[in-house]
């Protein structure tokens, strides 16, 4: 099978599976839930870096779609905000910041994969082992710590909690709580457009199901579940931009699209404009 594209296809075929067209459009909260269930993760907002799919862009139904400044009308705006109070409360999805460090969404069948590469096992004395590794600080302990006292916590009696009155912490706190949910220790179960009224758990209290799936999923099941998904959603990419949205190492990512490739999921040397440069393609 040949594999010659214009990015003008490309784009076109990405407008149908991440609902960027005004027909498509998400309207409904179940809508949306199903769209998450369909991509398996994607961003809130969107990321000028990263194609990956975005609620907003799904709800606004438009390509490069982007929150409205202050003052700005939007008849979408009414209902991202309500997006963002009830897609953290329940469990049907899981909302944190796993894509680019930036407020993204996964699927429940995608979670246990994101959760394996994260290397998260959700047993309560976990950040205790890592703290203890160097590999979280002193700081995201003792938010663990309070939060596996009593959660979950609003980020305004957390940070009283962990820190106190002391303005000179504030910057580690924040620091903290992003590393936190970078490495997928906490979840935000209550979101408004207050940060201080953010509601915070351990995320082992939340998605224990899921991570019973992580321990029994190996780092290359991992990694090919979430690159073909990847590709199902973007249909032609490169390395760098994988890497770019993933963080992975080239060599991991090399290594992943072999396994892919092997399997008839992804085609490669791909021309994009009739140029041979190092794509590859999603036969789906």
């Known amino acids: 099978m040949k594999f010659d594209f ?18 498509l459009a998400l309207k409904t909260k179940r809508q949306t839930l199903g769209f998450i ?10 990321s000028e870096e990263s194609n990956v799919p975005s609620i907003l862009g799904a709800i606004s139904g438009a390509r490069g779609a982007r929150m409205p400044r202050r ?24 909302y944190g910041k796993v894509i680019q460090g930036r407020p993204s969404v996964v699927s429940l069948g995608m979670l246990p994969f994101f959760l394996a590469l994260a290397h998260r096992m959700g047993t309560r004395e976990e950040h205790l082992t890592e703290f203890a590794r160097g590999r979280l600080s002193s700081e995201a ?22 820190m106190g009155r ?13 590393e936190l949910q970078t490495k997928m220790f906490i979840v935000n179960v209550a979101d408004e ?14 998605f224990p199901k899921e991570l019973r799936r992580a321990r029994k999923t190996s780092l290359d099941e991992a990694r090919e579940q979430v690159l073909g998904k990847y590709f199902e959603c973007q249909y032609v990419s490169s390395v760098r931009d994988v890497q770019r949205t993933l963080g992975w190492k080239k060599q991991v990512i090399f290594r992943t699209l072999g396994s892919l ?24």
């Open 166 to 178: 002391s303005r000179s912490f504030a910057a580690k706190f924040e620091k903290a709580m992003h």
């Open 261 to 284: 490739m092997q399997k008839g999921m992804i085609a490669p040397k791909v021309r994009v404009d009739g140029n041979n440069g190092k794509f590859y393609a999603s036969t789906a």
């Open 37 to 46: 269930d369909r991509v398996g993760f994607c961003f809130l907002f969107g």
């Open 141 to 162: 302990k003792q938010i663990m710590d309070a939060l596996g006292e009593s959660s979950p916590q609003e980020t305004k009696g957390l940070r009283l909690c962990v």
């Open 71 to 94: 003052g700005e009308r939007d008849p979408y705006l009414s209902f991202m905000s309500e997006l963002r109070r009830v897609l953290p409360s329940g469990s049907e999805v899981f």
């Open 193 to 206: 457009y207050d940060p201080t009224a953010f509601q915070w758990a351990p995320l082992y209290k939340k």
């Open 6 to 23: 214009t990015w003008d296809a490309i784009e076109a075929r990405r407008d149908k599976i991440q609902r960027r067209l005004p027909n």
